[in-house]
């Protein structure tokens, strides 16, 4: 595995320089260990079974080389099998939209099936899809989804179908440390592992007896992959990102490694989130950490950040009536205007089961938001005191609990459950937002893409319009009797 991954580079620009066919294997665009294991052991093991293809086979981590240092737990495995990252081929290091305009490019998909919007023109280059997620739509390539605890387990499944001096140790070790990783070291009761993880891993071992043991391997990659030690809240929210679009609304998902309290206890963390918003273009921010208690029990937290107190409003209303799964969040205090805060009873539930609850919102809620021009999302830096229902400015009264209108204590943001809270910025359970506009056309079957490729033949709606659309969503609150009645 060293060997080839160290020959990528110079097979990748000789057979460019010939103008030879590139076959990629991309992993998501969050980049976790799944993805690049997964990539790096299928482009080895299509390198070497492929024979009778001219193609050059290589892996592509889906992130820029300078996000790297954020993948703690990937480092630190690769580090373990003497593979060095300065060998590896990020995103920012291939022009993949350059090679597919050239006719030259092949993608195989792993850990992922569904193109982000950006990558929407490589679709027709997609020849293969190995995917460990509900397959939103059937692709028209080659597919093997299952719904097991990690890709790796699909990816070496594979492998042990193909000749038996292809799994080498170094793979076999990349290999399982991502499955036991991915199924929290094999356990139950954290809703990850199947059978067929545990059959891979038990393969694994057996043909290297050698490795080290399963919870010395977890343990270390747990604790490298939660070391959030010294990064920013925007390096902390880059580390384990994702992003869901629809036509000029763009929300990103984050996975957050420590607790709600921890997190909004950072100093100057609302104007933090909207420069993070603000820098990568997102209309929203929502934050999933999952933390442990003294039992190394799992809990889970939610925290919606939005300047525009209507996206705020509309992405905390799905996700608070969301049963499929339901969630099962109480709202805690926050005391940023701007922040809503939850306590997600669904311990279970992570970013996996949330995403397409997010993506058939923006889907069918129709909000065909037009990019959120920026004098609508003001500055930053402005230390004028933010207005109470602010589509502007990234102000630093969020800061000063006396300026919120659900403060209470002075002095530092303090973080406990509260009662009161404003509906103008954080829905209370039961709220449901109805949506008078006619619901997009239906994504045409077979895409990959990320949103329904419609989207681009709507209208451009304006930030103004925006909130004008979002300012007829009736809110439906069930009255006494039960019946809906509008507000
Ligand atoms: N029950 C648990 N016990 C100990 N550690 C756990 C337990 N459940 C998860 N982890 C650790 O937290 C990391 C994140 O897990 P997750 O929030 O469930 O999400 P995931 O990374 O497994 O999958 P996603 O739902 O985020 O899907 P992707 O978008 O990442 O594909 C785990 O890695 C584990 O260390
Ligand atoms: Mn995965
Ligand atoms: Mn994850």
């Given at each position: ?232 809240t925007?390096?902390m929210l880059?580390?384990d990102l ?10 990103a998902i984050s996975a957050v490694y420590v607790?709600l309290?921890?997190f909004l206890?950072?100093?100057?963390l609302?104007?933090?989130l909207?420069?993070f ?7 929203g921010l929502v934050a999933m950490t999952i ?9 889970r937290q939610l925290a919606v950040y ?33 922040i809503c805060a939850y ?8 970013r ?136």
């Amino acid at each position: 595995m060293e060997r080839f991954v160290r020959s990528r580079r110079a097979a990748l620009q000789e057979h460019v320089q010939h103008r030879q066919e590139v076959h990629v294997v991309l992993g998501n665009e969050s980049c976790d260990l799944d993805s690049m294991v997964s990539a790096l052991a299928l482009a080895y093991y299509l390198a070497k079974t492929s024979l009778e293809s001219k193609a050059v086979f290589v892996p592509v981590l889906n992130i820029p080389r300078s996000e790297f240092p954020l993948r703690t737990e990937s480092a630190f495995l690769l580090q373990e099998q003497q593979i060095p990252d300065s060998c590896l081929i990020f995103r920012d290091e291939i022009d993949l939209h350059a090679l597919h305009r050239a006719g030259l490019l092949s993608l195989t998909l792993v850990d992922h099936h569904i193109l982000p919007s950006g990558d929407a023109a490589l679709e027709e280059a997609v020849i293969e899809v190995i995917d460990h997620r509900p397959l939103e739509r059937e692709p028209r390539c080659r597919v093997t989804a299952e719904l097991v605890g990690s890709c790796a387990t699909l990816v070496t499944e594979r492998i042990v179908q193909g000749p038996a001096e292809l799994l080498d140790r170094q793979t076999a070790a990349l290999l399982r440390g991502t499955i036991i990783l991915d199924c929290v070291n094999m356990t139950p009761e954290a809703g990850k592992v199947t059978p067929k993880d545990t059959q891979y891993v038990a393969l694994l071992e057996s043909k290297f007896p050698d490795l080290p043991a399963r919870s010395v391997l977890f343990e270390a990659l747990q604790t490298a992959k939660f070391d959030v030690s010294g990064l920013t809240t925007d390096q902390m929210l880059r580390k384990d990102l994702k992003v869901l679009s629809s036509d000029g609304l763009v929300l990103a998902i984050s996975a957050v490694y420590v607790t709600l309290e921890a997190f909004l206890q950072r100093p100057g963390l609302q104007q933090d989130l909207c420069a993070f918003c603000q820098r990568h273009g997102y209309g929203g921010l929502v934050a999933m950490t999952i933390s442990f208690n003294e039992r190394n029990e799992p809990f889970r937290q939610l925290a919606v950040y939005s300047q525009h107190p209507a996206v705020r409003t509309a992405v905390c209303g799905v996700l608070e009536r969301a049963n499929n799964p339901p969630l099962d969040l109480s709202p805690l205090g926050s005391l940023y205007p701007n922040i809503c805060a939850y306590h997600q009873g669904n311990t279970v539930a992570s970013r996996k089961k949330v995403l397409p609850i997010l993506k058939d919102f923006l889907r069918e809620r129709g909000i065909t938001a037009g990019p959120m021009h920026p004098a609508d999302t003001g500055s930053c830096g402005t230390t004028r005191p933010e207005p109470k229902d602010s589509s502007a400015g990234c102000g630093e009264s969020g800061e000063n609990p006396e300026d919120s209108d659900v403060a209470g204590e002075a002095g530092a943001p303090e973080y406990e459950p509260r009662g009161r809270r404003d509906p103008a910025r954080c829905p209370r359970h039961g709220d449901a937002l109805l949506e008078d506009d006619a619901p997009l056309p239906p994504t045409p079957m077979n895409s990959l893409v990320d949103e329904c490729p419609l989207d681009r033949g709507l209208p451009k709606l304006s930030a103004e319009a925006i909130f004008e659309k979002f300012s007829h969503i009736t809110v439906v609150r069930p009255s006494a009797s039960g019946s809906p009645e509008k507000k």
